[in-house]
């Protein structure tokens, strides 16, 4: 079977001297991986994270892995792979969906649609340094773990709310940067970006939100590009 598809590049890996198999989250189909043969002597940037491809491919089977036939670039987004700081953001998304995607119940296109909005909204953006804080609350949110939230300087992940008590769980931070959190939980996508946040601010949110999947989601695991994220943008 032949067929096309407009894709999302969650994350490639090598199969062989000259080929890739590419890992995508597709508009129709969800998460679907395909083989992409001579994928190394092609242009290696067309499968770079977060892309936004069209891909003619042939399937033998449903369960069969799909073979890449050609691939163009569906939605430009220069800006995201010239930018230091931007591909920065796009590779710690890319992990952040790759985990992710599998675990949510959705509608493909809806959120496909969604996904790629914030792709060209942030390849537009030059406020950028707390969108990495921004995308973990919204996702929190589209999870359905929203943390009950009120004024205090204590954050318990276990039980998910922000306090004026010390709690009793061992699994809680505290200091004046949960207040911030509490309050950019209440806020819209613009006044987090604006945020005046400190590099230690920024840095003990990021964390906070990173610890708080891991305790929340089955399976979460740590970002392999979190620390150099953290870097550039601090």
């Avoid at 985990?99 to 953006?125: A, D």
Wanted: charged share 20%.
């Amino acid at each position: 079977m032949n067929a096309t598809c407009k894709a999302i590049v969650l994350k490639q890996i090598s199969y062989s001297e000259t080929s890739l198999i590419i890992f995508c989250f597709t508009q129709d189909k969800g998460l679907k991986s395909f083989m992409y043969k001579g994928g190394k002597k092609k242009r290696s940037t067309a499968v770079l994270p977060l892309k936004i491809l069209e891909i003619s491919y042939y399937q033998h089977r449903e369960d069969a892995l799909a073979s890449i036939s050609s691939v163009q670039t569906a939605t430009s987004l220069p800006s995201l792979y010239q930018h230091p700081v931007k591909i920065s953001i796009l590779f710690f998304l890319g992990e952040f969906l790759n985990q992710l995607l599998n675990k949510i119940q959705y509608t493909e296109q809806h959120l496909f649609e969604e996904i790629e909005q914030e792709l060209i909204w942030l390849n537009e953006s030059t406020e950028f340094a707390n969108y990495p804080i921004f995308w973990l609350i919204r996702w929190i949110e589209k999870l359905g773990l929203k943390p009950t939230l009120s004024e205090g300087d204590y954050f318990d992940i276990e039980s998910a709310q922000f306090t004026q008590q010390n709690p009793k769980s061992l699994f809680y931070q505290k200091g004046e940067e949960m207040r911030i959190l509490s309050f950019l939980f209440t806020q819209e996508r613009l006044p987090i970006l604006s945020y005046s946040l400190t590099k230690n601010e920024r840095t003990k949110i990021f964390n906070t939100l990173v610890d708080y999947y891991r305790f929340h989601v089955p399976e979460f695991k740590s970002f392999k590009s979190v620390e150099i994220l953290q870097t550039i943008l601090n």
